[in-house]
């Protein structure tokens, strides 16, 4: 009895290695970010996590601080842009993109320090920048003034965001507010036991929001 020569129908993929390239790199490190925290994410940490010899990553990013503006620029894609309302009101669509950005951030407590600290670059960035003050400027917002306003939302916005992380990644445990019934139980802390950490959020944007359209020409 002979054997079959001929190869099965569908033969399986056989393995491969990961493709490095920018992207993939900024995802494995935000996901290291994520799963192990800022202080211990290190470049030979990433290599070794994803398989690679960890000097591979220099080949694409120059050092650590090069890698974290592609880490960056990976938080501003989760925002998904294109699916925001540009048809709308342009007051909706600023609204709607920095409660995305909040909760972009906020799905990565660890990284937020990261893009706090750096501008994000990226083509699709800067795109969506030109795209948001040519929507004010059609409705009359002169340019200068329109990127006034997105400064004074995306400092509230990603400042906003580093507390609430900060607090979730513990710093409420080195709270000193006295509790109820305590002789030091004051009307700031009585105030702070009616609110949560984030829920002056949206307040705070429609706040600025409507201070600005009362500066408008």
Known sequence: MTADPSPPARLPKPPTRPTLTREYLA????????THGLRKFSMRRLGTAIGFDPMAVYRHYADQEDL?????????????????PWDGPWRQ????YHLRLRDTLLRHPHAV?????RPVRSPTSIDTGVKMLT??????????QALRLFRCLREFTVGHALAIAVTRLGADRRSRKPGPGSLDYNLLAEAADATTPDDH????????LHGFEQLAP
Do not use: C, M, S, Y
């Open 27 to 34: 995802a494995a490190a935000l996901a290291l970010i994520d």
């Open 68 to 84: 974290f503006d592609g880490v960056a620029e990976a938080l501003f894609a989760e925002i998904d842009v294109g699916t925001l």
């Open 93 to 96: 669509l600023a609204r709607d």
């Open 113 to 117: 320090q990261v893009f706090a600290t």
């Open 135 to 144: 929507k004010l400027r059609d409705d009359g917002i002169p340019p200068a």
């Open 201 to 208: 959020f949206e307040a705070g944007l429609t706040a600025i």
